[in-house]
Antibody
């Protein structure tokens, strides 16, 4: 059974940093593109970033470029999102999602982890 | 960056057919496949339709998807109370080099 379990969310002050993790199981992690998608309270879904199977290719939404870094460790079946210079507008539930194949959407999602940026 | 647009809401009585539209452009829906996600209250999204019109195993055949040009649609036939949820379309955007989601449609069963 495919499972994606996010962790690392919490309360952080504006300008602070946080690192999210996503532990994957039930499939060959190194075969898939992986993504982070977020949802601000009461709002819609927003794609944040994705990363190729070997980590060589990465893409980001404009609003996080230069502040967030997506990475992965295939030996640990884990996906990460390093978030720096956090802003109030980054407050959201962050979901880890497996990409069916490049450009073809997400077939499995984690349960999400809440990040709150507030003083 | 919601560049795909939905109607904000849709509703129907049990058993009715409801259709949700999703409008995009040549850089997203016009050149890439469309996926639809269902988000029940308080839960993570779940894929409902992939590659424009394919249903994952376990998704009832009451749900169907289609795409034409730069628009797509999701149809729910035989509406049931458990279909009350938010529905989002999504596609890769070649200009933005990223996925774009629709604004979301809240379906209410009257």
């Amino acid at each position: 059974e495919v499972q994606l379990v996010e962790s690392g969310g919490g309360l952080v002050q504006p300008g602070g940093s946080l690192r999210l993790s996503c532990a994957a199981s039930g499939f060959t992690f190194s075969n898939y593109w992986m993504n982070w998608v977020r949802q601000a309270p009461g709002k819609g879904l927003e794609w944040v970033a994705n990363i190729q199977q070997d980590g060589s290719e990465k893409y980001y939404v404009d609003s996080v470029k230069g502040r967030f870094t997506i990475s992965r460790d295939n030996a640990k079946n884990s996906l990460y999102l390093q978030m720096n210079s956090l802003r109030a507008e980054d407050t959201a539930v962050y979901y880890c999602a497996r990409e069916r194949s490049y450009g073809h959407g997400f077939d499995y999602w984690g349960q999400g982890t809440l990040v709150t940026v507030s003083s | 960056q919601s560049v795909l647009t939905h109607p904000p809401s849709a509703s129907g009585t049990p058993g009715q057919r409801v259709t949700i539209s999703c409008s995009g452009s040549s850089s997203n829906i016009g050149s890439n496949t469309v996926n639809w996600y269902q988000q029940l209250p308080g839960t993570a999204p779940k894929v409902l339709i992939y590659s424009n019109n394919q249903r994952p195993s376990g998704v009832p055949d009451r749900f169907s998807g289609s795409k034409s040009g730069t628009s797509a649609s999701l149809a729910i036939s035989g509406l049931q109370s458990e279909d009350e949820a938010d529905y989002y379309c999504a596609a890769w955007d070649d200009s933005l080099n990223g996925y774009v989601f629709g604004t979301g449609t809240k379906v209410t069963v009257l």
